[in-house]
C-alpha cells in the first residue's frame, strides 16, 4: 500500500484502472470517456494508463460514453466510466439502459451544479437526477473514502445477488482538484479483492435478445428483481467491508455512519465533504456538553431506511443538510429520510438547502444552522440557508 | 376452428433471422436479413439493434426471432453499443463480427453523431441501415431519408425537402467501404456483404428497403418495386472505397420514373414534383459518373 499525495479525480483513475486491469485474466475492462469539468482527470488518466487487456474510447458524447460501457459489459468486460453535471443529464437514457440490462458498471460522478447558467461547483443535484435509474447510489466524504468505495462498488455491483450497476459521488473541486494524503491499493491487493468477472448473462454466441420488448406483467417482475436486489445490497456490502479489511487493513463506512448518535437529542445528516465540516462543529459542540450526534449519508441507493430509523435513535430534532433541490419539492435527501422516519411519533424534521451551486458551507453557517434547529417548536418548509461567499 | 402456424422442423433456428417473426409481408428487412446471413455463409455475428422495426422483429420476451446474439440498444446508440462489444470481442482475440442493424431513423436522424464519431475511429463494425425512408415503428413519421413528395403523417401534404444524401455523409468519413444494397440484385448484395466482410474498419451498407406498410404499396410488389427503383435510376447502386473510390454496379435502363412512383400512395401528395426530382436523379447521376470516372475503383 503506498501512502501519496494526490488529487481526488487521481485518486478515483487510479481505483478505476487497477479494478479494470484486475480482471486481465477474464474479459478485460472497457471505458467510454468524455471531458467534462470537474472530471476530465479521472478519464484522461485512464487513457494513459497501460492495460493488459483494456481499452478506453475517447467517444464524441456522455451518450455513446454510456454506449460503449453498454455494449463492452454484455460482451464480458470490467466497464467504467467518469461524468459530472451536464454530462450525466446528456448521458442519462443509456444510464437507465445499463441499469435495466442489469450490467455492473462503475461510474464516478463528480457532482457539479447543473446548467445552465453555467457553474462548475459542486451541487449534489445531477447525481440524484439519475437516482431511479436502477443504480445504486453511494456519496463519498473524502478522497480515502472515494478510492475505497469505488472498490466496494465493483465487489458490490459485480455480486451475482446484485448485478446493478453503482455511481460513486464526489465533491467537483473540494474533492476533485485537492490533494490529499491517501492510502492508494497495490494491484496484487485488488486483484484478490475483485474476482474475474463472469457476467452470467453476457453475450455468448446464444439467439436471443438482450433488451427487446416486453410485456406489463414482465415488467413487473423486472422491476421486482430489480427491487430484490437492491434489497440485497447492505447485507452484500457488510460482506464486502468484512472482506475489504481483510485485504486492506482499514474499514470504510457501510451505507451511512452514525456518530454519537446513542444520547443525541439533536440530529444532523449530510453527505459527502459537508459531513466532514459538520463532523468538526459536532465534536466541538460535544466538548461543550451538547448531546448532539451526526449521521453521515453515504449509501442513497437503495435507501437505506431502517439504518436511519436505528441511527436517529431517540432524538428529538433531525436537521438535514441538503446540497441539491428539487423545485417544488425541496432537498432530496430531506424526502427520503422523510419517508424513512415516518414511524418515529413527535419527531422534528427540518430540511435546509445549504450551499446549493457549490457555496462553501463553514462551520459557522451548520452552527447557525444547528441554532435554528435547536430553537424550533415545529418544523418548517425546507430553509433555504444562503451562503454569502 | 383456425389452427397455429407451425414451424417446420427443418427451418435453422440458429441462423440470424428465425422463421415466425412479426415483419410485415413484403417487409425488406425479411429479404434483407436472409441474405445477410446466406452472404455470411453460416457465421453468427453478434447483432446491435436501435429502436425501430428491426427490433420489433425480434418479438417479445422471452423469444428472439434472432437466432444470434442480438442487443436491443436506445435509440441513437447502435454504433456505441457495438463499439463496446467488438472492442471486448477483439481484445479476446474473438473473430466475431459485429452488426448494426438500423433503421434511417437511427441513421439519418439521432444516430447520426454516433455513428459518425464510430466512423471517424473506423471501429471494427459491419454498418448496414436498412433504409424505408419512414419512421415505421412509431407509426410513419418523416425522417431525413424520406424523398421530396413523400406523405408521412409529419408531411401530410408531401415533404417540402429532398432526401439526404447519407452515402456522400459516410464516404466524407474516408470509411475502408460504403456501398448500396437492393433487395432485388442477390449477386450484387451477396457480393457486397462478403467484400464487407472481408475488411477491417467501419464498413457501411445502405439498403433500399421496401416497406409495403409505410409506401402504402402491394406486399407482392416490394422486390419489383426495389428493381425498378434502380432502373430508373432513382437508387443507384455502387460503391465507394475509402470514401473516394467509386465504382458503379448498375446504370438506369430508362425506365420511367413513373413506374416506381405510380405504385406507391405515400407519392399522391400536393408537393410531389415529377419534373423536379426527374431533374435531381440526372444531377445525381452526373455527379457519380464524374466520381466514378476521376475517382474509379479497381475493376472487378
Ligand atoms: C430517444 C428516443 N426517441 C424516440 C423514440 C421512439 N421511436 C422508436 S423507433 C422510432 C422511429 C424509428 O424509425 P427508423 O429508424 O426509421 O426505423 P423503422 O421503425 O422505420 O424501422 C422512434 C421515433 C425512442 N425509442 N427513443
Ligand atoms: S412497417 Fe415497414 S419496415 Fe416496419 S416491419 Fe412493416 S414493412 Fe417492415
Same mark, same amino acid.
Given at each position: 500500500?503506498?501512502?501519496?499525495?494526490?488529487?481526488?479525480?487521481?485518486?478515483?483513475?487510479?481505483?478505476?484502472?487497477?479494478?479494470?486491469?484486475?480482471?486481465?485474466?477474464? &474479459?478485460?475492462?472497457?471505458?467510454?470517456?468524455?471531458?467534462?469539468?470537474?472530471?476530465?482527470?479521472?478519464?484522461?488518466?485512464?487513457?494513459?494508463?497501460?492495460?493488459?487487456?483494456?481499452?478506453?474510447?475517447?467517444?464524441?458524447?456522455?451518450?455513446?460514453?454510456?454506449?460503449?460501457?453498454?455494449?463492452?459489459?454484455?460482451?464480458?468486460?470490467?466497464?467504467?466510466?467518469?461524468?459530472?453535471?451536464?454530462?450525466?443529464?446528456?448521458?442519462?437514457?443509456?444510464?437507465?439502459?445499463?441499469?435495466?440490462?442489469?450490467?455492473?458498471?462503475?461510474?464516478?460522478?463528480?457532482?457539479?451544479?447543473?446548467?445552465?447558467?453555467?457553474?462548475?461547483?459542486?451541487?449534489?443535484?445531477?447525481?440524484?437526477?439519475?437516482?431511479?435509474?436502477?443504480?445504486?447510489?453511494?456519496?463519498?466524504?473524502?478522497?480515502?473514502?472515494?478510492?475505497?468505495?469505488?472498490?466496494?462498488?465493483?465487489?458490490?455491483?459485480?455480486?451475482?445477488?446484485?448485478?446493478?450497476?453503482?455511481?460513486?459521488?464526489?465533491?467537483?473541486?473540494?474533492?476533485?482538484?485537492?490533494?490529499?494524503?491517501?492510502?492508494?491499493?497495490?494491484?496484487?491487493?485488488?486483484?484478490?479483492?475483485?474476482?474475474?468477472?463472469?457476467?452470467?448473462?453476457?453475450?455468448?454466441?446464444?439467439?436471443?435478445?438482450?433488451?427487446?420488448?416486453?410485456?406489463?406483467?414482465?415488467?413487473?417482475?423486472?422491476?421486482?428483481?430489480?427491487?430484490?436486489?437492491?434489497?440485497?445490497?447492505?447485507?452484500?456490502?457488510?460482506?464486502?467491508?468484512?472482506?475489504?479489511?481483510?485485504?486492506?487493513?482499514?474499514?470504510?463506512?457501510?451505507?451511512?455512519?452514525?456518530?454519537?448518535?446513542?444520547?443525541?437529542?439533536?440530529?444532523?445528516?449530510?453527505?459527502?465533504?459537508?459531513?466532514?465540516?459538520? &463532523?468538526?462543529?459536532?465534536?466541538?459542540?460535544?466538548?461543550?456538553?451538547?448531546?448532539?450526534?451526526?449521521?453521515?449519508?453515504?449509501?442513497?441507493?437503495?435507501?437505506?431506511?431502517?439504518?436511519?430509523?436505528?441511527?436517529?435513535?431517540?432524538?428529538?430534532?433531525?436537521?438535514?443538510?441538503? &446540497?441539491?433541490?428539487?423545485?417544488?419539492?425541496?432537498?432530496?435527501?430531506?424526502?427520503?429520510?422523510?419517508?424513512?422516519?415516518?414511524?418515529?411519533?413527535?419527531?422534528?424534521?427540518?430540511?435546509?438547502?445549504?450551499?446549493?451551486?457549490?457555496?462553501?458551507?463553514?462551520?459557522?453557517?451548520?452552527?447557525?444552522?444547528?441554532?435554528?434547529?435547536?430553537?424550533?417548536?415545529?418544523?418548517?418548509?425546507?430553509?433555504?440557508?444562503?451562503?454569502?461567499? | 376452428?383456425?389452427?397455429?402456424?407451425?414451424?417446420?422442423?427443418?427451418?435453422?433456428?440458429?441462423?440470424?433471422?428465425?422463421?415466425?417473426?412479426?415483419?410485415?409481408?413484403?417487409?425488406?428487412?425479411?429479404?434483407?436479413? @436472409?441474405?445477410?446471413?446466406?452472404?455470411?455463409?453460416?457465421?453468427?455475428?453478434?447483432?446491435?439493434?436501435?429502436?425501430?422495426?428491426?427490433?420489433?422483429?425480434?418479438?417479445?420476451?422471452?423469444?428472439?426471432?434472432?437466432?444470434?446474439?442480438?442487443?436491443?440498444?436506445?435509440?441513437?446508440?447502435?454504433? *456505441?453499443?457495438?463499439?463496446?462489444?467488438?472492442?471486448?470481442?477483439?481484445?479476446?482475440?474473438?473473430?466475431?463480427?459485429?452488426?448494426?442493424?438500423?433503421?434511417?431513423?437511427?441513421?439519418?436522424?439521432?444516430?447520426?453523431?454516433?455513428? *459518425?464519431?464510430?466512423?471517424?475511429?473506423?471501429?471494427?463494425?459491419?454498418?448496414?441501415?436498412?433504409?424505408?425512408?419512414?419512421?415505421?415503428?412509431?407509426?410513419? @413519421?418523416?425522417?431525413?431519408?424520406?424523398?421530396?413528395?413523400?406523405?408521412?403523417?409529419?408531411?401530410?401534404?408531401?415533404?417540402?425537402?429532398?432526401?439526404?444524401?447519407?452515402?456522400?455523409?459516410?464516404?466524407?468519413?474516408?470509411?475502408?467501404?460504403?456501398?448500396?444494397?437492393?433487395?432485388?440484385?442477390?449477386?450484387?448484395?451477396?457480393?457486397?456483404?462478403?467484400?464487407?466482410?472481408?475488411?477491417?474498419?467501419?464498413?457501411?451498407?445502405?439498403?433500399?428497403?421496401?416497406?409495403?406498410?409505410?409506401?402504402?404499396?402491394?406486399?407482392?410488389? *416490394?422486390?419489383?418495386?426495389?428493381?425498378?427503383?434502380?432502373?430508373?435510376?432513382?437508387?443507384?447502386?455502387?460503391?465507394?472505397?475509402?470514401?473516394?473510390?467509386?465504382?458503379?454496379?448498375?446504370?438506369?435502363?430508362?425506365?420511367?420514373? @413513373?413506374?416506381?412512383?405510380?405504385?406507391?400512395?405515400?407519392?399522391?401528395?400536393?408537393?410531389?414534383?415529377?419534373?423536379?426530382?426527374?431533374?435531381?436523379?440526372?444531377?445525381?447521376?452526373?455527379?457519380?459518373?464524374?466520381?466514378?470516372?476521376?475517382?474509379?475503383?479497381?475493376?472487378?
Amino acid at each position: 500500500m503506498a501512502r501519496e499525495l494526490v488529487t481526488g479525480n487521481n485518486a478515483a483513475g487510479y481505483t478505476l484502472a487497477l479494478a479494470g486491469e484486475a480482471n486481465r485474466k477474464a &474479459r478485460g475492462a472497457i471505458c467510454g470517456a468524455y471531458p467534462i469539468t470537474p472530471q476530465t482527470e479521472i478519464v484522461e488518466f485512464l487513457r494513459d494508463f497501460k492495460f493488459t487487456k483494456g481499452r478506453v474510447v475517447a467517444v464524441e458524447s456522455e451518450h455513446s460514453a454510456m454506449g460503449v460501457c453498454i455494449g463492452g459489459s454484455l460482451a464480458g468486460a470490467r466497464s467504467f466510466t467518469a461524468s459530472s453535471s451536464n454530462g450525466l443529464s446528456y448521458m442519462t437514457e443509456n444510464v437507465f439502459a445499463a441499469g435495466y440490462y442489469r450490467l455492473p458498471i462503475v461510474m464516478i460522478g463528480v457532482n457539479r451544479t447543473l446548467g445552465p447558467p453555467w457553474n462548475i461547483w459542486t451541487d449534489q443535484g445531477d447525481t440524484l437526477a439519475l437516482r431511479d435509474a436502477a443504480w445504486l447510489q453511494l456519496y463519498t466524504e473524502s478522497h480515502q473514502d472515494l478510492v475505497d468505495t469505488i472498490l466496494l462498488a465493483f465487489r458490490v455491483s459485480e455480486d451475482p445477488r446484485v448485478l446493478l450497476p453503482a455511481l460513486v459521488a464526489e465533491d467537483g473541486f473540494v474533492v476533485s482538484h485537492t490533494q490529499m494524503v491517501v492510502d492508494l491499493p497495490e494491484q496484487e491487493q485488488v486483484d484478490r479483492y475483485l474476482p474475474p468477472l463472469d457476467l452470467p448473462h453476457r453475450l455468448r454466441g446464444k439467439g436471443v435478445t438482450v433488451g427487446g420488448m416486453i410485456f406489463p406483467h414482465d415488467t413487473e417482475r423486472h422491476r421486482m428483481e430489480i427491487q430484490a436486489a437492491m434489497d440485497r445490497v447492505p447485507q452484500v456490502l457488510a460482506e464486502a467491508i468484512d472482506e475489504f479489511e481483510k485485504i486492506f487493513g482499514r474499514r470504510p463506512h457501510g451505507t451511512l455512519s452514525a456518530e454519537h448518535t446513542e444520547d443525541a437529542e439533536t440530529v444532523l445528516i449530510a453527505c459527502n465533504t459537508m459531513a466532514r465540516t459538520l &463532523r468538526n462543529v459536532v465534536k466541538r459542540r460535544r466538548e461543550r456538553g451538547q448531546k448532539i450526534g451526526l449521521i453521515k449519508a453515504k449509501l442513497f441507493r437503495p435507501f437505506p431506511r431502517q439504518d436511519y430509523m436505528r441511527a436517529v435513535g431517540h432524538a428529538k430534532r433531525v436537521g438535514v443538510l441538503d &446540497r441539491n433541490h428539487s423545485p417544488g419539492s425541496g432537498g432530496i435527501f430531506w424526502t427520503e429520510i422523510a419517508t424513512s422516519l415516518r414511524e418515529k411519533p413527535g419527531l422534528l424534521l427540518q430540511d435546509y438547502l445549504v450551499g446549493l451551486g457549490g457555496g462553501d458551507v463553514t462551520p459557522a453557517i451548520l452552527d447557525e444552522i444547528v441554532d435554528d434547529l435547536n430553537a424550533r417548536t415545529a418544523a418548517s418548509e425546507p430553509v433555504w440557508k444562503e451562503v454569502l461567499s | 376452428m383456425t389452427t397455429a402456424p407451425v414451424i417446420p422442423p427443418e427451418a435453422r433456428c440458429d441462423g440470424i433471422l428465425r422463421p415466425g417473426n412479426t415483419n410485415c409481408a413484403g417487409c425488406g428487412m425479411s429479404i434483407g436479413l @436472409q441474405w445477410l446471413e446466406q452472404a455470411l455463409d453460416g457465421e453468427r455475428p453478434t447483432m446491435c439493434i436501435p429502436a425501430c422495426c428491426g427490433i420489433v422483429t425480434a418479438g417479445t420476451f422471452p423469444t428472439s426471432a434472432y437466432g444470434v446474439p442480438t442487443v436491443a440498444c436506445t435509440f441513437a446508440s447502435a454504433a *456505441s453499443v457495438a463499439t463496446g462489444v467488438s472492442s471486448v470481442y477483439a481484445m479476446n482475440e474473438e473473430d466475431e463480427l459485429t452488426v448494426c442493424w438500423t433503421g434511417d431513423g437511427g441513421t439519418y436522424d439521432i444516430g447520426v453523431a454516433t455513428w *459518425s464519431a464510430a466512423a471517424e475511429r473506423n471501429e471494427d463494425l459491419l454498418y448496414i441501415c436498412y433504409d424505408n425512408e419512414i419512421y415505421g415503428n412509431t407509426g410513419g @413519421q418523416r425522417s431525413s431519408a424520406t424523398p421530396q413528395g413523400v406523405k408521412t403523417s409529419t408531411t401530410t401534404a408531401g415533404k417540402l425537402e429532398p432526401k439526404k444524401d447519407i452515402m456522400a455523409l459516410v464516404a466524407a468519413h474516408r470509411v475502408p467501404y460504403a456501398a448500396t444494397l437492393s433487395v432485388a440484385h442477390r449477386d450484387d448484395f451477396m457480393r457486397k456483404v462478403k467484400t464487407a466482410r472481408k475488411m477491417k474498419g467501419f464498413r457501411f451498407l445502405l439498403m433500399l428497403s421496401p416497406c409495403p406498410t409505410g409506401w402504402k404499396s402491394e406486399p407482392g410488389d *416490394s422486390v419489383d418495386l426495389i428493381d425498378t427503383a434502380v432502373r430508373c435510376g432513382l437508387f443507384p447502386l455502387y460503391e465507394v472505397y475509402g470514401g473516394r473510390r467509386y465504382r458503379i454496379n448498375a446504370r438506369p435502363d430508362g425506365t420511367p420514373l @413513373q413506374d416506381y412512383i405510380k405504385r406507391q400512395r405515400r407519392y399522391k401528395s400536393q408537393t410531389l414534383d415529377l419534373d423536379a426530382l426527374q431533374a435531381q436523379i440526372r444531377e445525381n447521376w452526373a455527379h457519380l459518373e464524374t466520381m466514378a470516372r476521376a475517382f474509379p475503383a479497381p475493376e472487378l
